[in-house]
């Protein structure tokens, strides 16, 4: 098969997933199923509300219930609504329970790989590449009883999403919301369920769990972590061999080496892994001493001198093999689990996952629900677009540029709901090279950097850099 006709191909099924996802004889069935509509006299139709709640609020997230009944009439002239009479639909369970449903059936959708992307670099080993992490919205203090928040100097009410992001595929493979005082932890074998032998599982330490990662192992996958320094660590599988002391053992034993590889066992499993200890810039280190002094310092305690010790390292575990992941690489690879993150901070900036505003818990839900499925269905796109990007064009997309440009004139909200998502393929090609690609740089990307292990040192103080400044 040609690249063109692959392309032809792959942009067809994208589109048919995009225009079937939602078709709206499936809507109205899901709306009567969870008695949002249950009468055929209704003035508002499921589609109409799944408009309001999505596409709709793409431009004005915060728009008043009076300007969504002025959208509504817009979208349908037979549902006249006052603006008390929507607060009455929007603020109940029905309304909630159809809009949860939605959002399943977007996810099931989205599940399936849409496009296959060329796999470069050091990633290619594995089938796919799953990154994990959550976000934060702050909610009305009112909302508290339902959606708790840690209290102290954070929000009293707060809600959580525990985002299962593939990367490979640009694809959001879960997402799990909870309130604000849910650890992540908690959510450390959410991801076993979708793994399968030769999936790789790159997390922060807020899901660091012994357990989960032996899950990990046992279906044959590989992860990539950063190392608890509350975890026990052993030299062998031996019972009687006590913990190492890890500071103590590199400053004895591995001089002023810039990266150091141990085979070392963890915790009471003995889990078998390589452990990646980087000596880091003196600078470095004295930025995240302060930061670990301001954190213990805000919660009345101070940080003991082993800890500090600690901090002159950057540690990583892994069991992906020495073959496939040099020692000097293992930080270079860890750098993409920021790509979730910045996908939080588009999210939020772009498509105003945090206004959520109200206080009402229906009505907070129903508004987050509804960001949630306008998010995974403009993944669709981006996973289309990534691809035709990379393969097509030998670029590599911005996804900061394709999100505004899908908002801009209206774009993407004309083609779900006039069902136009021909015209919209059409023009995504015709700008993707000029506008929707990023510019050449000098600055290396994190995909070049796996591709060139030479600069992995580098970039591993960068890495550590830029985590540095985040804390602080």
Request: aromatic share 8%; glycine share 4%.
């Amino acid at each position: 098969m040609t690249l063109n006709s692959k392309r032809k191909q792959i942009a067809e099924k994208v589109k048919e997933k995009l225009t079937l996802t939602c078709p709206a004889e499936r809507l109205e069935a899901l709306a009567r199923q969870s008695a949002f509509v249950q009468r055929a006299s209704s003035k508002m139709t499921g589609q109409d509300f799944l408009a309001l709640m999505t596409t709709e609020m793409l431009e004005d997230p915060a728009v008043s219930l009076g300007g969504l009944c002025d959208i509504l009439r817009q979208l349908n002239p037979q549902a006249v609504m006052t603006p008390q009479a929507l607060h009455q639909r929007l603020n109940t369970s029905h309304a909630v329970a159809y809009m949860q449903e939605v959002l399943q059936l977007v996810l099931r959708a989205q599940l399936a790989p849409a496009y296959a992307q060329f796999p470069t670099g050091l990633l290619a080993s594995f089938s796919r590449v799953f990154l994990e992490d959550s976000t934060q919205c702050r909610l009305h203090e009112k909302l508290a009883d339902t959606f708790k928040g840690s209290g102290g100097s954070a929000s009293t009410s707060t809600v959580k999403i525990d985002v299962i992001y593939e990367l490979r595929h640009h694809q959001l493979q879960e997402l799990i919301v909870t309130d604000g005082k849910a650890a992540d932890q908690g959510h450390a074998a959410a991801i076993l369920s979708h793994l399968r032998a030769g999936d790789l599982v790159i997390r922060d330490l807020g899901y660091f769990s012994l357990d989960a990662l032996c899950q990990i192992v046992t279906k044959q996958a590989w992860f990539l972590s950063r190392l608890s320094n509350s975890v026990a660590v052993y030299p062998s599988a031996e019972e009687t061999v006590p913990a190492l002391a890890l500071v103590e053992h590199l400053q004895r034993h591995a001089g002023q080496r810039p990266v150091v590889e141990l085979a070392v066992y963890l915790g009471q499993p003995r889990l078998p892994c390589r452990l990646l200890a980087y000596r880091l810039p003196q600078e470095v280190v004295e930025q995240r001493q302060r930061n670990a002094y301001e954190t213990a310092r805000k919660k009345g305690r101070t940080p003991t001198k082993g800890y500090l010790n600690w901090l002159q390292f950057g540690w990583y575990i892994t069991n992906v093999r020495a073959a496939i992941w040099a020692a000097e690489v293992v930080a270079t690879v860890y750098r993409i689990r920021w790509q979730i993150e910045l996908l939080f901070k588009q999210w939020k900036s772009l498509l105003h996952l945090h206004v959520l505003r109200g206080t009402r818990p229906e009505r907070i839900k129903c508004l987050l629900y509804g960001r949630l499925i306008t998010i995974t269905m403009l993944m669709r796109v981006c996973s289309y677009a990534a691809w035709y990007a990379t393969a097509v064009l030998r670029r590599e997309l911005s996804l900061h540029k394709l999100i505004v440009w899908l908002k801009r004139k209206g774009r993407f909200a004309h083609a779900i709901h006039d069902g136009t998502v021909e015209p919209l393929y059409h023009e995504l090609q015709r700008d993707m090279a000029t506008l929707l690609c990023k510019q050449k740089r000098k600055r290396k990307t994190s995909q070049q950097l796996l591709e060139e292990s030479g600069h992995c040192r580098e970039s591993c103080a960068q890495a550590e850099t830029t985590l540095a400044d985040q804390a602080a």
